[in-house]
């Protein structure tokens, strides 16, 4: 069974960059989708951001194209979070899909059969 552990969250200043990282326990992500998400309180969860562990595709939800990168390497899939707005504010979650890559699925919280604990971030003002 994989699990997945979040871990780099924490509270910083508009402007301010944070790198997550999503660790995998139990096999590696060389064939699978890894999604982002997040959700603040009262809302419900949002897709950030997703990649293809396969061949590297990425796709990026409008709100944050431009400052966030996705990236993985073996068996860890980061967020990098630049320039960092008090609308980011939310608990981070990477989630792990078997099913192809695909950028109109890839947004959907369905899509994903493993989900990580998640880690807070707070951008204040």
């Known amino acids: 069974q994989v699990q997945l552990v979040e871990s780099g969250g924490g509270l910083v200043q508009a402007g301010d960059s944070l790198r997550l990282s999503c660790a995998a326990s139990g096999r590696t992500f060389s064939t699978y989708v890894v999604g982002w998400f997040r959700q603040a309180p009262g809302k419900e969860r949002e897709f950030v951001a997703a990649?293809?562990?396969?061949?590297?595709s990425t796709y990026y939800a409008d709100s944050v194209k431009g400052r966030f990168i996705v990236s993985s390497a073996k068996n860890t899939v980061y967020l990098r979070m630049n320039n960092l707005r008090p609308e980011d504010t939310g608990v981070y979650y990477c989630a792990h899909s078997t099913s192809p890559f695909n950028s109109i699925s890839v947004v959907t919280t369905r899509l994903y059969n493993i989900w990580g604990q998640g880690t807070q971030v707070t951008v204040s003002s």
């Open positions: 990649i293809s562990t396969a061949g590297g």
